[in-house]
């Protein structure tokens, strides 16, 4: 409601600022462009926003997450990783992810574009992306003696600078950003999504070798590991 509440007198200020932009004089124009430009940045604040309190399931389905991160390294390739080299390791036989697809390219769009970022116009920086099938770990559930098996694993591994130490504690909060042009929501949404998925996203982080570790459960009903494709 208030995000409706904040977009309603925004498109009124842009449609107005638009309408301006035909009468002012060639110097002003660049005031009118600013007003649309702004009030665009917070539509799109707010838009990221809604996601946090959107509390309804998702759509879910057996995923094959080699398919997805391929989709989101050709996007990363086609614009902000264009001159960046994106290589993978990846495990064949790993069982699909009960996910929403959508979602998932989000997440793994928003770990990259950090990388990214991190690794700059560096000439040796490299991000690689791996899968694993890590059968121990497991995850006490609070409150209860029970344990969830988070068996799949996917990492974004950068060679940029580091995540700043002081910063560690604070990564997957909202508003934590040390980028000019950063909202700070990247993480925070990376980490609301895997939560609501039933997995974990942590960080390792030391200069020159970064790893975002997503750790998700099994597929059920998914065909369980097949370990007779291993070499
Ligand atoms: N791979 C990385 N290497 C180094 N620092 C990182 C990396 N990923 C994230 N960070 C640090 O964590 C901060 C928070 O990241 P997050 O994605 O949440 O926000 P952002 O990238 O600053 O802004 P936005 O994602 O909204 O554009 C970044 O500003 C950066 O300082
Ligand atoms: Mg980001």
Redesign the pocket.
């Known amino acids: 409601m208030l995000a409706h509440e904040i977009k309603n007198p925004l498109s009124g200020i842009r449609g107005a600022a638009q309408l301006l932009e035909t009468a002012v004089v060639d110097e002003d124009r660049a005031l009118t462009r600013l007003i649309c430009d702004e009030t665009d940045r917070i539509v799109s604040l707010v838009d990221?926003m809604e996601v946090f309190s959107d509390e309804r399931p998702v759509d879910r389905v057996p995923l094959n997450i080699h398919s997805v991160l391929d989709h989101v390294k050709a996007v990363a390739k086609a614009g902000f990783a264009r001159n960046i080299k994106i290589s993978e390791n990846y495990d064949p036989s790993l069982p699909q992810v009960f996910a929403n697809r959508d979602q998932l390219v989000q997440v793994f769009l928003?770990?990259i574009?950090?990388?990214a970022?991190?690794v700059g116009d560096r000439p040796e920086g490299e991000i690689i992306l791996t899968t694993a099938y890590r059968p121990g770990i497991k995850l006490s559930v609070a409150g209860t003696r029970e344990k969830v098996s988070l068996p799949l694993e996917f990492c974004?591994h950068?060679n940029?600078?580091?995540?700043?130490s002081d910063?560690l504690p604070h990564?997957?909060d909202?508003f934590?950003?040390?980028?000019t042009?950063?909202?700070?929501?990247?993480?925070?949404?990376?980490a609301k999504i895997i939560g609501a998925h039933g997995g974990i996203v942590e960080?390792d982080?030391q200069s020159q070798r970064?790893t975002?570790r997503v750790l998700m459960p099994a597929s059920k009903g998914a065909n369980e590991y097949d370990d007779t494709s291993r070499p």
Do not use: M, Q, W
């Open positions: 990221r928003n770990l574009k950090n990388a970022e991190a974004v950068d940029g600078p580091g995540v700043p910063l990564l997957f909202p934590i950003t040390t980028k042009n950063g909202s700070g929501l990247g993480l925070a949404l990376v960080c982080s970064t975002f």
